[in-house]
């Protein structure tokens, strides 16, 4: 199993969108300043995850949710 998931960043209330296998243990590296990328802006909290079969899907649902019509449909998501 491998997931697309979104993070809030509690510190300036910023969105990290990524895919993983193993959901817990990467949102303990990001927690712990394990990742470059969002090192500065943690804690985080998991607010939305999708479980897909395969990693090419988990890659392009995040590719997806990155653009402009997946980010704005995620917006809907988050306020329902």
């Known amino acids: ?7 809030r ?4 209330g910023r969105y990290y969108i990524g895919c ?7 949102l303990h590296e ?14 985080f909290e998991l607010i939305y995850k999708e479980e897909l079969d395969t990693l ?9 949710l990155k653009g402009g019509k997946g980010r704005e449909w995620l917006k809907r998501k988050l306020r329902a």
């Open 1 to 7: 199993m491998f997931y697309v998931y979104v993070l």
């Open 9 to 12: 960043s509690l510190k300036n």
């Open 20 to 26: 993983t296998n193993n959901i817990e243990r990467r």
């Open 30 to 43: 990001h927690n712990t300043g394990k990742s470059k990328y969002t090192c500065l802006t943690r804690p």
């Open 56 to 64: 090419k899907s988990a890659r392009y649902r995040e590719k997806l």
